[in-house]
Structure formats: structure tokens, C-alpha cells
């Protein structure tokens, strides 16, 4: 269907007969924050400066993100994110970093009161660390996608994918 809302999304498919549970997660940078559309970010954390998990700017509407997880977590969704921290860091910059993306949430998505946050070094699979593994998540790296064990979408119609879930 190519008029259908879900176009175009990437949605993993699953093995087996799996049930998916009542939980949602998302990734941060790329997927719901622009840390790759700040100027210089790369040379940035590099350098260990964590500014650009700080002045990141959205990528989804987060007025309607926020009101559909509101609505959803009292359906008895979990709701999380499960973010990465840099490559190639150091445990004082993996704090700030991590204090950023606090920060970042806390500023940008107020409303939600998020069940579960990970923060987690980079590269560690994403599915060994959250509660409930065979949920939803919100990735744009196909790594963690393929690799969830419930159904993953990509960066793209979040929005429009959580309104057929609420």
C-alpha cells in the first residue's frame, strides 16, 4: 500500500512466533535528536566536547511525541530510551555525555516520564540492556534494527507508526 502511513518504513521482521510486549524505545542521536545536523560534531567529539548532544535539534514534532507516549504509558506501555554513548571515549566524557542527554530529555520532552533510560558505551548491543527486549524500538542504525529481538522501525513516520500503536 503505497498510501498507507507506515510507507516506506523499515520494519524488521521478526523470527518466529514472537508476541511483542507493551514497551517502546528509542535511540537518541539521529533518531529523535540531530546530533549528526550540528556543525562540526564530529570534530567536536573528537575533541570531547559533549556540546553537541546538548544543542541538538529535534527531529520529530516532541509536542506530539510527548502526548502520544503519555497516552500510550497510560495504556501500560513501558517507555525508553537506549542511547550510545561516544566511540572511542573516556568514563569523564562518558559522563558528560550521558549528563547531556539527561539534560536533553529532560528539556526537550518534560511531560514523559521515562521508565527506563540506558546510556550505554558504543556498540553494545541495544536488546541485551533494556527491560523488555521484544518491544518497539526507534533506531536509525540498521545494526541494532536487525539485531532486536521485537519489531524496530527506522528514524522515519515515528510519529505516524506510534499513532497505529495508541
Do not use: C
Not at 537518541?28 to 546530533?35: P, R, Y
Not at 529532560?106 to 523488555?132: C, M, R, W
Request: overall charge positive; cysteine-free; hydrophobic content about 40%.
Amino acid at each position: 500500500m503505497t498510501n498507507s502511513p507506515l510507507h516506506g518504513i523499515i520494519k524488521k521482521k521478526r523470527k518466529g512466533n514472537r508476541t511483542m510486549s507493551k514497551a517502546i524505545y528509542f535511540d537518541m542521536d539521529g533518531t529523535i535528536a540531530n546530533l549528526y545536523g550540528v556543525d562540526g560534531w564530529l570534530d567536536m567529539l573528537i575533541a570531547k566536547d559533549e556540546t553537541p548532544y546538548a544543542i541538538a535539534k529535534p527531529m520529530v514534532r516532541l509536542s506530539s511525541l510527548a502526548r502520544i507516549l503519555n497516552r500510550l504509558q497510560k495504556k501500560g506501555f513501558t517507555i525508553g530510551i537506549v542511547s550510545w554513548l561516544a566511540k572511542n571515549s573516556t568514563n569523564e566524557y562518558d559522563e558528560r555525555v550521558a549528563n547531556a542527554k539527561r539534560e536533553w530529555l529532560a528539556k526537550h520532552l518534560k511531560s514523559v516520564q521515562f521508565d527506563e533510560i540506558h546510556i550505554v558505551p558504543y556498540g553494545t548491543p541495544k536488546e541485551t540492556i533494556v527491560n523488555i527486549p521484544n518491544g518497539i524500538l526507534f533506531d536509525d542504525e540498521k545494526r541494532n534494527r536487525d539485531n532486536w529481538v521485537g519489531t524496530a522501525y527506522d528514524e522515519t513516520n515515528i510519529i505516524e507508526t506510534l499513532k497505529t500503536v495508541a
